[in-house]
């Protein structure tokens, strides 16, 4: 099982479980039978148009109805996207659809910011943050095991013991 059929199985089982609003498991159900398109190797221009319009602003209120498995998907589509559709089309130097699969991209992240805008709470940033931090990094930043990050406080007190020294 792939990594979005895992985070497709978990939105259901928590719409399911939680009692969620009929609109909701709609808008659940209408999104998966659309990430089909993500099997697609050359989408026509409607299924790409379809796609964009269902990953922006029908998304919200399950973003707000089940946060964590919600947003969660919308990260393993965001991978997929950029990993395997985007880059191909890149590979292939088949500009078209490699501007189509950007506009996707786009139009998911948009989606997460339109909702960040209207549930801007601690606990909103923290479901975001844990479900897109490890993708954008993976995608976008060079990882290095033997790199360690200093948690805030210890690099505050070296910065501190390094300007009194």
């Excluded at 985070?7 to 609109?23: C, F, H, P, S, T």
């Excluded at 947003?71 to 189509?100: E, G, T, Y």
């Excluded at 200093?150 to 020294?165: C, D, F, K, W």
Aim: proline share 4%; with cysteine; hydrophobic share 45%.
């Amino acid at each position: 099982m792939t990594e979005l059929e895992r985070a497709v199985e978990a939105l259901k089982a928590a719409v399911k479980q939680g009692g969620i609003d009929k609109r909701v498991g709609d808008v659940v159900s209408q999104f998966t039978s659309y990430l089909i398109l993500l099997k697609s190797s050359s989408p026509s221009s409607q299924s790409i148009s379809k796609l964009r319009s269902i990953l922006r602003r029908p998304l919200v209120p399950l973003y707000a109805a089940v946060p964590g498995p919600a947003l969660q998907l919308s990260s393993a589509v965001l991978r997929k996207v950029i990993d395997d559709k985007l880059r191909n089309a890149l590979n292939a130097q088949n500009l078209q659809l490699s501007a189509w699969w950007n506009e996707v991209a786009v139009a998911l992240l948009s989606g997460v910011l339109d909702f960040l805008d209207k549930h801007s709470d601690d606990m909103t940033k923290e479901a975001v943050a844990s479900a897109f931090y490890p993708t954008i990094c993976t995608l976008f930043f060079y990882q290095d095991a033997s790199l360690k990050i200093l948690p805030r406080t210890q690099r505050t007190v070296s910065t501190h013991h390094l300007i009194v020294v």
